[in-house]
């Protein structure tokens, strides 16, 4: 599955889940400068880089993640993302300036594996 529309990472997210609940979240740094948010940081926002690059929840990932930049073509504009479900591992894929959300088996099934990037 993948998603190329102009979504919110957000919801791009929470789709790719097909209505599994989150466990757990890595979040990478911010692809673009902190100058170029569609929106500017609150505090609170800013308060949660603190967990970068660590296993965090999807309450706290959504409150960063609600302030990045949308999915779609163009230079990569938001995190890296590790998000783990029962069954997935999602992440962001970029390829020939395209970007989107997609999802791997967490683990080892019986299937023909997909070709990501291209």
Not at 62 to 79: H, P, S, V, W
Not at 103 to 116: C, Q, V
């Amino acid at each position: 599955m993948e998603i190329k529309a102009d979504e919110y990472v957000v919801k791009a997210i929470e789709y790719a889940t097909k209505g599994e609940d989150i466990e757990n979240v890595v979040l990478g740094k911010l692809n673009k400068p902190i100058w170029f948010h569609p929106k500017p940081l609150t505090n609170e926002a800013i308060s949660y880089t603190s967990a970068i690059d660590k296993v965090i929840g999807w309450d706290d990932a959504k409150q960063t993640l609600e302030n990045d930049i949308k999915i779609g073509y163009g230079a990569m504009g938001f995190r890296s993302i590790y998000v783990w479900t029962t069954t997935l591992v999602i992440f962001v894929i970029q390829c020939s300036d395209l970007t989107w959300i997609d999802s791997a088996p967490r683990n080892p099934i019986d299937g023909e594996p997909f070709i990501y990037g291209g």
